[in-house]
């Protein structure tokens, strides 16, 4: 005979029926049913909070590249691009570079030059006083007085006549028979000049050009900046111009 309290005969649990445990989970969803939503009051899953990085790639993933139209990092301020050498060369190695001074022309002045001038410059100065000198060296032999005066006045004017020419060598950078010849004593740095105490060492650094039969006279001959060793003890170059 059926329940008069269940018209349509279903069964419902009666008091003390089975419920699920303490602690036992429910029943989980069958396959293609959607996982059960939290309930009301209910947090959802933690999401990464704000500032926290998000989550780095797996093993063997690339790293994110830059989004579409964002330029690739700069260097800081202040640091200029490194400039790295192209495929198949080289870095250039350390140059020393030589800057001389060659004078107008560029133009170093030859050998012939350079005697031609000398040989104006002391029949100019030094052929009057050369003769003064010659004559009374030849009476003092001679027993005269009068000749030792007369080579005294003529070596006096010798050495006066070279300081002249010395002080237009290094304040000119010429004399007048380099003026005649067209050539001029300069520095080899400066290219100006060297003044009257540079030219008047260079003066007494002949003594050294006339060591070896005056082989130092004849080295311009063959060096590459044409210098005899005057010049080479004093940094000087003699230069067309």
């Known amino acids: 005979m059926g329940n008069p309290y269940d018209p ?16 036992q989970p429910p029943a989980q969803p069958g396959y293609g049913q959607p996982p059960a939503q939290p309930g009301y009051g209910q947090q959802p899953p933690a999401q990464p909070g704000y500032g926290q ?5 797996g093993y063997g993933q690339p790293p994110a ?10 260097p800081g301020y202040g640091q200029p691009p490194a400039q790295q050498p192209g495929y198949g060369q080289q870095p250039a190695p350390y140059q020393e570079v030589h800057h001389h001074h ?12 350079r005697a031609g001038a000398l ?4 029949l100019a100065v030094g052929a009057v006083p050369g003769i003064i000198y010659f004559i009374g060296y030849i009476m003092l032999l001679n027993g005269s007085g009068v000749g030792a005066l007369l080579a005294f006045l003529g070596f006096i004017g010798i050495v006066a006549g070279g300081l002249w020419l010395t002080y237009q060598e290094g304040t000119t950078g010429q004399t007048i028979g380099k003026r005649q010849m067209g050539i001029r004593l300069v520095g080899a740095q400066t290219g100006q000049p060297i003044g009257f105490g540079m030219a008047f060492l260079r003066r007494l650094a002949h003594a050294a050009d006339s060591l070896a039969c005056y082989i130092g006279y004849l080295w ?14 004093c940094n000087t170059l003699v230069v067309r111009g």
């Open 8 to 23: 349509y005969g279903q069964q419902q649990p009666g008091y003390g029926g089975q419920q699920p445990g303490y602690g």
């Open 102 to 113: 060659y004078g107008p022309n560029g133009q170093l002045a030859e050998w012939g030059s």
């Open 119 to 122: 040989i104006i410059d002391w």
């Open 65 to 74: 590249q830059p989004g579409y139209g964002q330029p690739p990092a700069q």
């Open 220 to 233: 311009p001959l063959w060096d590459e900046r044409k210098q005899t060793f005057a010049d080479k003890i």
């Open 53 to 57: 990085p998000p989550a780095q790639p």
